[in-house]
């Protein structure tokens, strides 16, 4: 008769998960008991036993070569699902990229405009006849260009303003005719640029107000038309002076 | 500069996870398919729950963590898609999973150690006994004594207490030594 103070510990103690300490005691009480040593080896031969009639079944080497392949298989899914952050980030550099260069070569084309403007501007103060047509009345001036721009303007009253038109002339941008209108507020020169929009080509403005070149710029757009003010007078006269031309278109 | 470095660190994290997993679970190929054979009783069914654990596990294997027991983790992987399969449901809908305080269904154990002192013949007659066991006493003998696991391995693997572990342990063999006692008399009345 197996001793019952041991009975219910000695699955743990040949499983070794017995407390060193009742290990150690068990294992003394083995060695003195008969009843406990013969029902201890009978339940070794029966874990032994298991143990052996346990390891039955062997899998096929095909169904673990597929089990394998399987495994790498999918290892290029679990590879793109993680490269997919990476994709994406990659994407979203390339489209911040684009943005970039798309925005610097807007950036880039307006400044080009300003230049070209800013050198009309400058060519006709420079110019010993800076105007074609000579005249403060504007119902002398916007007839004048009838025939010399395939396009026509409404030009503003300016008697009660501090501006004057001086005159006009024919001037050309990207290789379209256009009006060049000359004003002057106080002793500063202003020059107003009317384009046909689809003449700029390449050359885009946007309606804003800019500097460049120490010339302050106001462009704006309207019924097809492009409108360019650019002088060395204060924004605050460019923009009067805008608003007054817009008033009149 | 920064979402690109931290990608691309997260990325070299995962490619080693998914090159070891291979390393980590192919090992235990064989003995994985030997406790399914013994949970479902059917070579066909055993390869399909260990094709469906292998995926399960690869793909939850991120969620793994490293350092702990991956044996106890992909066994339980499998032991739970045994469950949820046709053949599981059916076993768990038939016998209890928790045959604890199930002391009347336990036959009782004469106390003749000589009477099952065994032989090598006698391992037919063990694998017999193991087959017809509750599938929860059949899965913790085969735990602790085919793959060895420590009483904390086979608590994590079968999702029950320590305690728990060794008591069921302590009803599987009593039941499997009165099986292959019976099974003993009847082979030797036979003969």
């Known amino acids: 008769m197996v001793c019952e103070t041991w009975n219910d510990k000695l699955d743990a103690y040949l499983d070794g998960e017995l407390p060193a300490g009742e290990e150690r005691?068990?294992?003394?009480?083995?060695?003195?008991c008969a009843a406990c040593a013969a029902e201890s080896l009978s339940r070794v031969q029966l874990k032994r036993a298991v143990h052996d009639a346990g390891q039955r079944f062997t899998p096929d080497p095909a169904f673990r070569a597929r089990i394998q392949k399987n495994i790498v298989a999918k290892q290029p899914a679990h590879w793109s699902r993680f490269w997919l952050p990476v994709l994406a980030t990659?994407?979203?550099l390339l489209i911040a990229g684009a943005i970039t260069l798309r925005v610097n070569s807007v950036r880039r084309g307006e400044q080009q405009l300003v230049s070209e403007l800013a050198d009309l501007h400058v060519a006709t103060l420079a110019s010993s006849n800076p105007v074609d047509v000579v005249s403060t009345e504007r119902h002398t001036v916007k007839p004048w260009f009838a025939g010399k721009i395939p396009f026509t303007f409404n030009l503003p009253e300016l008697k009660d303003s501090p501006f004057v038109l001086m005159g006009a002339k024919v001037s050309y941008l990207n290789q379209s005719p256009g009006a060049e209108l000359i004003f002057s507020v106080r002793q500063h020169r202003i020059s107003v640029f009317i384009f046909q929009e689809r003449a700029l080509g390449s050359l885009?403005?946007?309606?804003?107000?800019?500097?460049?070149l120490s010339f302050n710029v106001r462009s704006w757009s309207h019924d097809g038309l492009q409108y360019f003010v650019i002088g060395d007078a204060s924004a605050q006269d460019l923009d009067k002076l805008s608003e007054?031309?817009?008033a009149a278109a | 500069m920064t979402a690109a470095w931290f990608t691309l660190v997260c990325v070299s994290e995962e490619s080693l996870l998914s090159g070891s997993f291979e390393q980590l679970a192919m090992p235990h190929f064989e003995r994985l398919y030997n406790f399914a054979c013994w949970l479902t009783h059917d070579r066909q069914e055993a390869e399909d729950l260990v094709q469906e654990t292998y995926a399960k596990a690869l793909k939850g294997f991120s969620s793994f963590q490293q350092g702990t027991n991956f044996r106890a983790w992909i066994y339980k992987i499998l032991r739970n898609a045994f469950l949820t399969s046709r053949t599981g449901l059916k076993v768990t809908a038939t016998v209890p999973l928790d045959l604890e305080g199930d002391e009347e269904n336990l036959p009782k154990i004469r106390e003749t150690p000589e009477s099952i002192l065994l032989q090598r013949?006698?391992?037919?007659?063990?694998?017999?006994?193991l087959e017809q066991l509750p599938v929860a006493y059949r899965e913790v003998l085969l735990l602790c004594e085919v793959e060895e696991m420590s009483y904390q391995e086979i608590s994590a693997t079968l999702s029950i207490p320590m305690g728990t572990v060794m008591s069921r342990l302590s009803r599987a063999r009593r039941a499997l030594r009165t099986s292959v006692q019976t099974?003993?008399?009847?082979?030797?009345?036979?003969?």
């Open chain 1, 90 to 92: 990659a994407m979203v």
């Open chain 1, 25 to 32: 005691a068990l294992g003394e009480h083995l060695q003195g």
């Open chain 1, 204 to 212: 885009r403005a946007d309606d804003a107000a800019r500097s460049g």
């Open chain 2, 121 to 129: 013949s006698d391992r037919e007659l063990v694998q017999k006994a």
């Open chain 2, 183 to 191: 099974a003993q008399v009847q082979k030797m009345q036979g003969a």
């Open chain 1, 244 to 246: 007054l031309l817009k």
